[in-house]
C-alpha cells in the first residue's frame, strides 16, 4: 500500500486511505471467495489498479482518476519443481536511472522491457539481466529483484543484493521479506551494494559464486543457472554458467520454503 501511494504520488494521481483499500480488498475477497483455489499450492492474484482518466489531451495533474482491483485465480508457479532461468546481460539496455521512476511500480517502467525480454528469448534466455552504468551493475532481472549468494573477495559467505538508496531498484516485498529472514538466521552475511559483471565474472572463476536467485510475490524465487553476457568491448557473448541448481546448503530453497510456510496456512 505504501509503495503504491508513494507511485500514485510521483505519477501525480490522487491520494488515498491505504488502510481503507486494504478494508475494500478484504470485503472483495470474502465476496469472490469461491474463486480462492482450495489449495496449497494455487492462489489468488490481485492487482490493485490506478490510471488517470481524464477526458483530455493535455498533459496536467490528473482531476480523475479510477482506482480498482483484479483478481485471478492462479495455478502453481512450479508444477513440476524449480525451473532455472537463463538471463541475456546486455549493457545496451537500461531499465531505470537516477531520477527516474525505477523505484516505482508505474506502467511506464514496463512496455520499454517488452522488446528486451523477446530479445532475450530469441537468444535463448528467459529473461533480461538489466546492467547500469559503465561498471555494469547488476540491478534487477526482468521484473524481478536479484540476489546473489557467493564467498566474498574477504572469504566470507555473503548474500548480496542492489540497495534501494538511488531509486533504480524497485522495492519488492519479497525481496524485503529475503533480507528479514536472513538477518535472522544471521548464517551468512547480508549486504545491500551493487554487485559488477566484473565481479560476477571473477567469482564464478574462483568458484566462489553459489547461488543467483531473482525474487518476486509471484514466483517468491527463481534460480538463474545462466547469464548470456555481451561483451561490448569485444562485441561476442559470453556464456556464464551459475551453479545455483547444484550449491549446497541451498540457501535459495530455505527462502522458499520458509516463506511458503508463511504464506500458506496448512490444516493440521
Ligand atoms: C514487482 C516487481 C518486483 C518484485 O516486487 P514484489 O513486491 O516482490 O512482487 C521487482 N522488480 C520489478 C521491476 C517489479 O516490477
Not at 503504491?4 to 504520488?9: I, P, Q, S
Not at 480488498?25 to 496449497?40: A, C, F, G, H, T
Not at 496536467?60 to 532461468?85: E, R
Not at 547480508?190 to 547461488?211: D, F, H
Request: hydrophobic share 40%.
Amino acid at each position: 500500500m505504501e509503495r503504491m501511494k508513494k507511485t500514485a504520488m510521483r505519477a501525480s494521481l490522487p491520494d488515498f486511505d491505504g488502510d481503507e483499500l486494504m478494508k475494500l480488498i478484504s470485503d472483495m475477497i470474502m465476496l469472490d471467495k469461491e474463486w480462492v483455489p482450495y489449495s496449497n499450492t494455487s492462489s489468488l492474484y490481485i492487482r490493485p489498479t490506478l490510471i488517470g482518466t481524464d477526458p483530455t489531451l493535455g498533459i496536467d495533474f490528473s482531476q480523475q482518476a479510477k482506482l480498482f482491483v483484479l483478481t485471478g485465480p492462479v495455478g502453481t508457479y512450479y508444477p513440476t519443481g524449480f525451473q532455472p532461468v537463463a538471463l541475456l546481460a546486455d549493457p545496451e539496455f537500461v531499465r531505470a536511472f537516477p531520477g527516474g521512476v525505477g523505484g516505482c511500480k508505474m506502467g511506464c517502467n514496463y512496455a520499454p522491457t517488452i522488446m528486451v525480454g523477446k530479445l532475450a528469448q530469441d537468444m535463448g534466455c528467459q529473461q533480461a539481466l538489466w546492467l547500469y552504468d559503465s561498471d555494469e551493475k547488476i540491478t534487477e532481472a526482468g521484473t524481478m529483484n536479484i540476489f546473489v549468494y557467493w564467498i566474498n573477495e574477504q572469504g566470507e559467505e555473503e548474500l548480496i543484493t542492489p540497495p534501494l538508496t538511488d531509486g533504480l531498484i524497485l522495492p519488492g516485498v519479497t525481496r524485503d521479506s529475503i533480507l528479514e529472514i536472513a538477518n535472522e538466521w544471521k548464517k551468512f552475511k547480508v549486504t545491500e551494494r551493487y554487485p559488477t559483471m566484473a565481479e560476477i565474472k571473477r567469482s564464478l572463476k574462483e568458484k566462489r559464486l553459489l547461488q543467483m536467485f531473482g525474487s518476486g510475490t509471484a514466483c517468491v524465487v527463481a534460480p538463474v543457472n545462466r547469464i548470456l553476457y555481451k561483451n561490448i568491448k569485444t562485441n561476442e557473448y559470453e556464456n556464464l554458467q551459475i551453479p545455483t541448481m547444484e550449491a549446497r546448503p541451498n540457501f535459495m530453497l530455505h527462502f522458499y520454503n520458509t516463506i511458503m510456510d508463511i504464506q500458506v496456512y496448512k490444516h493440521l
